[in-house]
């Protein structure tokens, strides 16, 4: 039975269904969804704050379903921290009293969790403000103090609901590559939850689209812009600057060999591969895989040919790519 025939027949609400999803350590997963799609169910249940009916949740090897009541609450210590939309600051503590919460929690000496607090409000840009309290910062400031906090706790697994959706466009992509340059060193497993498609292709390492309580697509970023699922999702992915976020790997021909001594990344956007290529006045490129050896080649009217949506050539040579991985 879907959403809509439960709650007609039943009076209830389908939360989740069928959900079936692998998240990599280290890497970062973005839900994105209609508002009451289920993300933020979805999100709950990682750290069963919500109990499924039925099914695993398996973190590490553990699965979190098993755990008793005390087990459970040294799991949500240790391995998960929150970062939420509205902040969650407590008012009458300064920022620095804000951020060490976690560590409290965690029983860590005081002088060490200052350390840490300090470091990483620094980190997030908030040095010299440790003794203000939450109502004379900005809401992009608050925002970051939230993922201070969340950050000195030093579990594995970030839990970012909604978390930049409060802010203002510009502080939100501040916001967006103090995240990214953060978890390039810190290698977190991040959940985040967005409902802005640029945002979801900026950060993610995969997306995943909920819709009624149910994964209508997961994939890469590539993926979803270049083979969306439904009309819902192809909808969504339209209007998405290809040369942004597509790369390389979904234009080359795989095996060829360009011989004009001009390299391209398999991991460059489009956008930079055809910059480069442009540049050397050449009109392809060896594609250079990320062993560091020849892989294949791109010429300059695949990128352009892969860059336009809803074009047979583009969607063709992607599936073609994808077989030879
Ligand atoms: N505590 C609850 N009890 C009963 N139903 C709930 C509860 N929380 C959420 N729901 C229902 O579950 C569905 C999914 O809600 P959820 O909050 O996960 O959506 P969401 O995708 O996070 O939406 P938003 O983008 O608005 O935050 C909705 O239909 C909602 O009405
Ligand atoms: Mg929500």
Known sequence: MDKSELIR????ILGLRDIN???????LQVIMGLSGSGKSTLLRHINRLIEPTAGRLIVNG????EL????????RRKNTAMVFQKFGLLPHRTILQNAVYG????KVAKARRIDVATYWLERVGLKGFEQKYPHELSGGMQQRVGLARALCVDAPILL???AYSALDPLIRVEMQDVLIEIQQEIRKTIVFITHDLDEALKLGDRIAVLRD???VQQGTVDEIVMTPADDYIRRFVHEVNRGRVVRVDAAMAVGAISGTGVTVAIDDTLQDAARKIAASKADSADVVGAGGNVIGSVSLRQIVCTMIPNNQKSEESYVQAIDHH
């Open 213 to 215: 309580g149910e994964l």
């Open 103 to 106: 560590l409290e929690l965690q």
């Open 160 to 162: 970012m609901d909604e």
């Open 68 to 75: 008793d009541e005390k087990a459970l609450i040294e799991f």
């Open 62 to 65: 553990t699965n979190v379903l």
């Open 9 to 12: 027949s039943h009076g209830h």
């Open 21 to 27: 999803l692998d998240i990599a350590a280290g890497s």
